[in-house]
């Protein structure tokens, strides 16, 4: 079905994405990624300078401003995961641009945009966000990492786990502890930079997919942060700025969702128009042909629903209980059309030479990270019950 959210100024950068991605996204610098767990910094500078990292930093900071405009990084989403290579880039730039940086850019202080958005912009700063912690996932006022308040600053103890970019970033938002009990205004966020004292976050995790984009656990042992990283310097808010960028988190795993489905759905057809049994091409037979129907028309209705997200994401009036049915309803399809195309592929389709088999591996987590399926179908269902 015929998209009607892209004006020519987004296929105009479509081109610009294709281009850096027949230069910096090869066959081989995905093998080195994945073999060295995570994405060098030269070809992330160099998406900076191509505008395709440091999109959503406001222009005043050298960025593109496309903070409250999910389309641009939607194109990037699309032609990475397309090119069968670029998932692990495609993460790196999520986390980065997703992730990180509206925390600055909303509810930074001026001094704070000022430290670190320029530097964002230019891939020079890399960010990522700790939410997580061993002991607590989707319980998030369950953590236990403490900031505790000394004369200029707060001193961390504990730790995260499962943090993407987590090895790689410069500076890690993070989730902490400034009060007592689990009420939201118990808590705040810091940021926490590589090079101090006490901060370690070397350990990077081995994962089942996205081998080429890092995922490490960081631990806090007395790292004193100075005032001026307590995001928006007032303590008590951490909370309430992580519910205000949940619908943007949860909408870009949706979208990225969406575009693995396209791309799954372009492998099978690919494959299944060459591949032959039985004397014909394996998509002719009526099986394949069913399976093919359903796929398209799934890709088709994720994306209306997606555009529509996208479209209200624009207009600020994407609320949280939407993009948690944005997440789990289009990861979810997302999985069905991977599990369809790796049947199609036959033996082929679990060989990770195939874009498809990789693909299959990546998105396992898409159901789990940014909030759990479950989690978000709780939050639905509250919101259509009105029941706790
Ligand atoms: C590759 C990867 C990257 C990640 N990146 C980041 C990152 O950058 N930053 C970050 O902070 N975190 C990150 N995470 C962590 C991720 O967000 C958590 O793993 C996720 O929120 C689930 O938390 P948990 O693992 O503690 O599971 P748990 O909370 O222990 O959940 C275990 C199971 O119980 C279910 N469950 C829990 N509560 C309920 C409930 N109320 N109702 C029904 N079922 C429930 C869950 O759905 C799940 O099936 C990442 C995780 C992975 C694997």
Redesign the pocket.
């Known amino acids: 079905m015929q998209r009607d959210i892209y004006d020519e100024d987004h296929e105009a950068f479509r081109e610009v994405v294709k281009e850096f991605i027949k230069r910096y996204v090869t066959p081989e610098r995905s093998r080195e990624w994945d073999a060295a767990g995570e994405v060098d910094r030269d070809t992330m500078r160099a998406a900076a300078e191509h505008g395709i990292v440091g999109l959503s930093v406001p222009e005043e900071f050298g960025g593109a401003g496309m903070l409250m405009d999910y389309r641009f990084r939607c194109v990037v989403n699309e032609e990475l995961i397309r090119s069968g290579v670029g998932s692990a880039i495609a993460g790196a730039f999520g ?1 980065h641009d997703d ?1 990180a940086v509206p925390y600055l850019a909303h509810f930074g202080t001026d001094d704070q945009k000022r430290k670190w958005l320029p530097g964002m912009a230019s891939a020079e700063v890399l960010g ?5 912690e061993p002991g ?4 998030l006022r369950g953590v236990t990492t403490t900031a505790k308040k000394v004369d200029g600053g707060y001193v961390v103890n504990g730790a ?1 786990t ?5 090895k790689t970033a410069d500076i890690v938002v993070t989730f902490v502890k400034t009060g007592e009990g689990n009420r939201p205004d118990a808590f705040s966020l810091l940021v926490i930079e590589d090079g101090m004292e006490g901060f370690d976050h070397s350990k990077k995790l081995h ?1 089942m997919g ?1 081998p080429g984009h890092d ?1 490490a656990e960081l631990t806090f042992t007395d790292v004193f942060v100075p005032d001026e990283n307590l995001i928006g310097g007032v303590p008590g808010r951490g909370f309430v700025h992580l519910m205000m960028n949940l619908p943007l988190e949860r909408l870009s795993i949706g979208a990225v969702a969406g575009a693995v489905a396209q791309a799954a759905l372009e492998w099978t057809l690919d494959y299944t128009s060459t591949r032959r049994a039985f004397g014909q091409a394996i998509a002719d037979f009526q099986n394949t042909r069913f399976r093919l129907a359903e796929m398209a028309t799934t890709v088709d209705v994720m994306w209306a629903y997606l555009d529509r997200a996208m479209d209200l994401y624009r207009q600020r009036k994407l609320s949280a209980e939407e993009a948690a049915k944005v997440k789990f309803w289009c990861t979810e399809r997302e999985w069905e059309i991977l599990d369809q195309g790796v049947q199609l592929h036959g033996g082929y389709g679990y060989i990770t030479e195939y874009p498809i088999a990789r693909a299959f591996l990546d998105a396992r ?1 898409h159901r ?8 978000m179908r ?1 939050i639905v269902a509250r919101s259509v019950t009105g029941r706790k």
């Open positions: 986390i992730l990522a966000l700790a939410m997580t607590a996932g989707s319980d995260k499962f943090i993407s970019s987590g994962k996205f995922t987590v789990i990270y940014g909030g759990t399926n479950e989690v709780e």
